[in-house]
């Protein structure tokens, strides 16, 4: 292998220095934050099915792409108009200010859900495949608590066949061609929420891993660390058809520095909303969304580079579809995830 290609597949695998094994990050993770927290596992009344593409960083060659796919739903919650695990309010103005009068604590029940996440940077990918669970209790009048843990499996790859070797034997390497290594994946959070906001903690990669292509011990220096998520939002309504939500997000993946994302969104009863968003010393972002009845929704981000990548990056797009299955009172706007 040349020396470049030396250092950047020592640069991706080790993660003192290391982006390999970082979890994708997302822009829209407001709409979804079921992707980061599986706490959030069954918090709507209806099957939540999202399915996103993520291209990074849009010029430059090899750069991140993400694709993901979700579905969760909640079991053995009371299927009434008094439980707002199945509240709903079909018409006009759904979270108009009688959403936040009329908002009552769940009672307890469970949710059970799946993720797959793609992560594809250059030659290396990261396949990821969960089963989430999670158990939700009211803590007062309007207030509710869940716990969630995710299980399931990391299949991280190494495709030769896009690396240029100057010695076809390479000890980094086992082996010419698809290398994979499957790794078990362990998440955990908890969440709070209420009609006005919400609060949560999760923690991705819970168990370190130790990653290598080569059979050769002196090259089994790459791993993956747990990643810390805290992320924050409040619901202001400044009036009966209009509120603003803003939103925080804290990622602490060590020994990088503290991530931090800073969001907000504009909505219309509901149907429609604008946004903003900007990630530290990376990028500045604009967001735009639709709920299209009580079955589908869909948003879009653009997020604008700031950092030295963008001299040569034209941006980064990421597009969020969603399907709100099984709606039995035709909610028109999801009412707990914001």
């Not at 709100?324 to 028109?332: E, G």
Request: hydrophobic share 40%.
């Amino acid at each position: 292998m040349t020396k470049f290609f030396r250092l950047l597949l020592i640069l991706f695998l080790i993660v003192e220095g290391a982006l390999a094994q970082q979890k994708p990050q997302y822009t829209q993770y407001i709409l979804n934050n079921y992707i980061i927290n599986p706490a959030v596992t069954g918090i709507e009344s209806y099957i939540d099915v999202k399915a996103a593409y993520r291209q990074q960083w849009t010029g430059l060659q090899n750069a991140p792409e993400t694709s993901y796919f979700t579905a969760h739903m909640p079991l053995g919650n009371k299927d009434d108009w008094g439980s707002p695990t199945s509240f709903g309010m079909v018409g006009e103005n759904p979270l108009g200010r009688s959403y936040k009068q009329d908002y009552q604590a769940s009672e307890p029940h469970h949710g059970i859900g799946i993720v797959a996440v793609v992560d594809k940077t250059g030659p290396l990918s990261n396949t990821t495949f969960d089963v989430t669970y999670a158990y939700h209790i009211g803590l007062a009048p309007k207030l509710n608590l869940a716990l969630g843990v995710g299980l399931g499996v990391s299949k991280i790859s190494l495709n030769t066949n896009e690396i240029t070797l100057e010695n076809p034997i390479d000890p980094a390497i086992a082996n010419s061609g698809i290398i994979n290594r499957l790794k078990p994946d362990i998440n955990a959070g908890v969440w709070l929420y209420s009609a006005e906001f919400f609060a949560g903690v999760s923690v991705q990669q819970l168990i370190p891993q130790t990653i290598s292509f080569s059979d050769n011990t002196g090259y089994n220096l790459g791993k993956t660390v747990p990643h810390v998520f805290a992320t924050t939002g409040y619901r202001f309504w400044l009036s009966d058809d209009i509120t603003v939500i803003p939103s925080i997000m804290f990622k602490y993946v060590k020994p990088a520095p503290m991530g931090i994302d800073v969001s907000t969104k504009i909505a219309f009863r509901d149907k429609f909303w604008i946004g903003g968003a900007y990630r530290k010393d990376d990028s500045f972002s604009g967001l735009l969304g639709f709920n299209l009845g009580s079955l589908f929704n869909v948003s879009y981000s653009y997020d604008f580079t700031t950092s030295a990548l963008n001299s040569v990056s034209r941006g980064t797009h990421e597009i969020v579809l969603g399907l709100m299955l099984n709606n039995h009172y035709k909610v028109t706007c999801p009412q707990k995830l914001w």
